[in-house]
């Protein structure tokens, strides 16, 4: 996710962007297809309807 790369250093936004990265990592690892965590990762990346699909499938609370 190119972390080092990221430039939010300030006040609340390490912890905030912590948050939002964990939060992408829980959807992408109840997603029930076959294949490892990077490669749905680099999926989520390549294909826009991917990550639309995890979102779309997400339980109702």
């Known amino acids: ?3 080092d790369a990221a430039r ?3 006040d609340n ?3 905030n ?3 939002l990265r964990r939060r992408a990592l829980d959807l992408v690892r109840q997603d ?4 490892f965590l990077s490669f ?7 294909d826009d309807a ?4 995890l979102l779309n499938n997400l339980p109702a609370t």
């Open 8 to 10: 939010n250093r300030k």
């Open 40 to 46: 749905k990762l680099k999926r989520a990346g390549w």
């Open 50 to 53: 991917f990550p639309r699909n």
């Open 17 to 19: 962007i912590a948050v």
């Open 1 to 3: 996710m190119r972390e």
């Open 32 to 35: 029930k297809s076959k294949g």
């Open 13 to 15: 936004g390490p912890p």
